[in-house]
């Protein structure tokens, strides 16, 4: 048994995964800055009041709880924002839209396919996850999740605090956030999500082997620079601001961020 474990471990640590390029989409580029008209995200905030378990190491999700009128809500909240037509939107309403919408579509992915031990099993059986596949139309353009994260957030943004607002469902990434992110708070809310995570043993691991990381850092490097800004960019947030890289390994928990 303990081999089998160890086996199955493993596979969820190997570097299988190669992040897409960021690569702008240009017909998301337009937004009228003189718009203060906001999207509500409220439906998704009671969503997260009631399924999200946040513990002091790891945020969880009560997958297998959702009722069926909340499955419902869920989805009537991304009907809504895909009727939205973002290129009315300022710049920071976009950003909670696309984010917010991101993650509402990744709960959904895991709700609808439930039970699942990782969302790497969706998206057929070739499929390292569902990233590619179509998942929801807006303004008559489909799009997939890595549309949204790799050709319309990274490349518009340009803020490596993405990584800490999108989540896949994992034990090894940021955890959702209480709230929704709300385009008035933006900043703040990207401050507490990149904390949060590079304060946790997912994102750092001291040994005296040397340091591990969140494969994050590996597969994102054009977006946190070299290893010298992305030491500064740790320190920036860490309780303890006194890391020094020394031999480094990552390590990425594909297991699906439930509580039972």
């Excluded at 081999?3 to 702008?24: H, R, Y």
Aim: glycine letters at 2%; a positive charge; charged letters at 20%.
């Amino acid at each position: 048994m303990r081999i089998v474990i160890a086996t199955w471990l493993l596979l969820f640590t190997l570097p299988i995964f190669a992040a897409p390029k960021s690569e702008l989409w240009s017909y998301w580029q337009p937004h009228d800055p003189k718009n203060t008209n906001k999207i509500s995200h409220q439906d998704w905030q009671q969503l997260l009041d009631k399924y999200l378990v946040i513990q002091p190491d790891q945020t969880l999700f009560r997958y297998n709880q959702v009722s069926s009128a909340d499955k419902q809500k869920l989805a009537t909240y991304i009907k809504r924002l895909s009727a939205q037509n973002p290129h009315r939107y300022n710049r920071d309403v976009q950003f909670a839209y696309w984010v917010n919408l991101y993650n509402a579509l990744t709960v959904q992915l895991i709700i609808d396919n439930y039970p699942v031990k990782s969302i790497t099993k969706l998206g057929g059986l070739f499929s390292f996850g569902p990233w590619d596949q179509t998942i929801i139309t807006i303004n008559n353009k489909k799009l997939t999740l890595n549309d949204i994260e790799h050709r319309i957030l990274r490349p518009i943004w340009q803020d490596p605090r993405i990584h800490y607002a999108v989540n896949c469902a994992s034990l090894g990434c940021p955890d959702l956030l209480p709230k929704a992110f709300n385009s008035d708070r933006l900043d703040s809310q990207l401050d507490q999500a990149a904390t949060r995570f590079i304060n946790s043993e997912k994102a750092i691991k001291i040994t005296k082997n040397g340091i591990t990381l969140s494969s994050i850092y590996d597969w994102y490097q054009t977006d946190f620079g070299s290893l010298t800004e992305l030491q500064q960019h740790l320190n920036h947030y860490r309780i303890t601001p006194n890391l020094q890289f020394t031999q480094i390994h990552y390590i990425y928990n594909w297991q699906l961020n439930q509580k039972l």
